[in-house]
């Protein structure tokens, strides 16, 4: 007698993906954001584990919109959970779907609209002689500003930095958040940005978690160059100590933030905001707002990208 053997079928999908450099337009600079541009048959738990794979900030799966009269329907994971928002998957979005021919344009300005899980997205891709030169977006925001924050002393201590370090006029600490709260700490120096070391221990032991933050936004005014307004940097409890992460998601919160204090007046205002340095990925983002003194607030964030990787995944 012939022993019965079992065979399985194994059918293996071949998923073409892209990763962009965002909000730089030097290679290997930026946040680095893959795509997946036709993910409609991806499961969810399928797209967690690929976005675990490729261990980036934020893999960005597009999906066929719920409506037709819109762009795509976006799905955006870290390595380790599904994120409502980050803004510089928008950008990567917009610049591959244009740049690989997903999507044709021919205006000088062009609307995308994106579906994101809980809001809709209204990008814009500018053509320059034909070709894309930025992408910006909008949101309005309902922020929440807490001005009551530990005492300049226990920030100190908490950002590894002196108190003569931290800035209290005109800028001050504030809690902001648009969706996600952050502890936003100005400082008087790019060094100081730079120097700051995370204590987890003073963190818990301080009030700061009380107000929901769970990261800490450094911001100055005090850059390396003329025409770039701010400097920032992210630190916190899930971040590495020698990690210096996208803001991008931050920056709705960063604008609802300035617009806090007294001295900036209702208007208009446009800042060039740079995260990290030549050694950690340097980005700039063009930040706008449109304060006008009321509950909400119109933030458009905006910048470059540059393509950088083209492949096949082969997902069983």
Same mark, same amino acid.
């Given at each position: 007698m012939h022993?019965?053997?079992?065979?399985?079928?194994?059918?293996?999908?071949?998923?073409?993906?892209?990763?962009?450099?965002?909000?730089?337009?030097?290679?290997?600079?930026?946040?680095?954001?893959?795509?997946?541009?036709?993910?409609?048959?991806?499961?969810?738990?399928?797209?967690?584990?690929? +976005?675990?794979?490729?261990? =980036?900030? %934020? @893999?960005?799966? &597009?999906?066929?919109?719920?409506?037709? *009269?819109?762009?795509?329907?976006?799905?955006?994971?870290?390595?380790?959970?599904?994120?409502?928002?980050?803004?510089?998957?928008?950008? +990567?979005?917009?610049?591959? =779907?244009? %740049? @690989?021919?997903? &999507?044709?344009?021919?205006?000088?300005? *062009?609307?995308?609209?994106?579906?994101l899980n809980r809001q809709l997205i209204t990008a814009h891709a500018i053509l320059d002689d034909g070709k894309l030169n930025s992408v910006d977006f909008s949101v309005c925001v309902n922020p929440i500003v807490d001005r009551f924050v530990p005492p300049v002393d226990e920030l100190a201590d908490i950002i590894g930095l002196s108190v003569s370090d931290i800035e209290t006029k005109p800028l001050m600490p504030r809690m902001v958040s648009t969706g996600y709260p952050y502890l936003i700490i100005p400082v008087k120096s790019y060094a100081a940005v730079r120097k700051a070391v995370f204590n987890f221990n003073l963190w818990s032991a301080s009030l700061a978690p009380s107000t929901a933050a769970q990261e800490i936004l450094l911001v100055t005014s005090h850059t390396n160059q003329p025409t770039i307004d701010f400097h920032t940097r992210l630190i916190g409890a899930g971040i590495g100590l020698h990690e210096d992460p996208p803001v991008g998601a931050a920056m709705p919160a960063f604008a609802a933030y300035l617009s806090s204090h007294e001295h900036v007046r209702p208007g208009r205002y446009a800042y060039s905001v740079e995260r990290g340095t030549v050694d950690t990925r340097q980005s700039l983002l063009n930040v706008e707002m449109d304060h006008q003194g009321s509950d909400e607030l119109l933030v458009r964030l905006g910048g470059q990208a540059v393509l950088v990787t083209e492949g096949i995944m082969n997902i069983g």
């Open positions: 022993p019965i053997h079992s065979h399985t079928t194994i059918i293996t999908m071949h998923k073409k993906y892209y990763t962009a450099d965002v909000f730089t337009r030097e290679l290997f600079s930026g946040a680095q954001i893959a795509v997946f541009p036709n993910a409609g048959n991806l499961s969810q738990s399928k797209m967690q584990q690929i +976005a675990q794979e490729l261990n =980036l900030s %934020e @893999t960005a799966f &597009i999906l066929s919109p719920d409506q037709s *009269n819109h762009t795509r329907r976006i799905r955006i994971f870290s390595p380790t959970r599904e994120i409502d928002f980050a803004g510089h998957v928008i950008l +990567a979005v917009g610049y591959i =779907l244009v %740049e @690989t021919g997903e &999507i044709a344009l021919s205006e000088k300005e *062009n609307q995308l609209v994106f579906e």
